[in-house]
């Protein structure tokens, strides 16, 4: 899956393999294999530097995630947290948790903004 959605962005993006793998600073054969999904496992810094590059959110790049989505419903969620171990009353623990994350992503999109804006002037 997370395979299938980098490749896809890609092409999207007009980007080649070799040009992702270079500007995300991989190997070429290390993203062939994750595009491929023969490593279906990549370190969140691998996601990191691709999801960079291609300037989108690690959510899109791991995977669809809107309220549209048949496989991201109540009942997926209610399943997940069981799978961890969370009942749905601890979840207001973990809302600073989730705030962070927020605001770590809102962090990211003005920093590619600006960075951004600096390319355009150079």
Known sequence: MIG??????RKEKNLTLSELAERAQISKSYLSNIE???????????????SKVLDVSLITLVGNINQNDDEYNQESVSQTLDELGIKKE???????VFEFVKWKNKQKEIDNVASNAIKKND
Not at 42 to 49: N, R
């Open 4 to 9: 299938d959605n980098i490749n896809r962005i």
């Open 36 to 50: 491929r999904n023969l490593n279906d496992n990549p370190s969140i810094q691998i996601l990191e530097k691709i």
């Open 90 to 96: 601890e979840l207001i623990a973990y809302k600073p």
